[in-house]
């Protein structure tokens, strides 16, 4: 299962001719002859039972089909652990790359200086607004009053030329 899942990560950037694709294939399916020859005790010729080793003596080998059932059972569940130990290995691997990727791209915040009260308060004083206010209002219109009484004058006299 996990070189299963290898592969469909393979296939997601890779082509079908990619070698690594083509291996991982290969792979693959020696794996699943060899569960099936584990399962049902054939060894590729079609004989089931006796296996001859190299010096010409037969050993006598019972294929787990054979067996009583609790032995069945015990050869599925533990084939069932492996696939799970392989598939947590692999997800805990990929988990902690995850991580690390993360903790990389994570911007670092860090305080320069700590926020204080201020020592005088900052509000509006207002008495002096007002003051300031009223005076410019009166320099401004008491400019105005002088500029516009001069325009008056300059229209009321005699154009000489």
Known sequence: MAAEVQLQVIRSFATEANPDTVALRRRIAEMKRQLAQMQYGEDGSGRQGASVSGDGRGDFYVPPARLPEVGLELTRLVREVKVQETLVTLLTQQF????????????????????????????????????????????????????????????????TT
């Open 96 to 159: 902690e790359q995850v991580r690390i990727a993360e903790a990389r791209d994570m911007p670092i915040v860090q305080v320069l200086d700590r926020a204080v009260p201020a020592v005088y308060p900052s509000k509006p004083r207002l008495w002096l607004n007002l003051a300031l206010a009223g005076t410019g209002s009166l320099l401004a219109g008491l400019c105005l009053a002088f500029f516009l009484n001069r325009i008056r004058d300059l229209r009321r006299q005699p154009r």
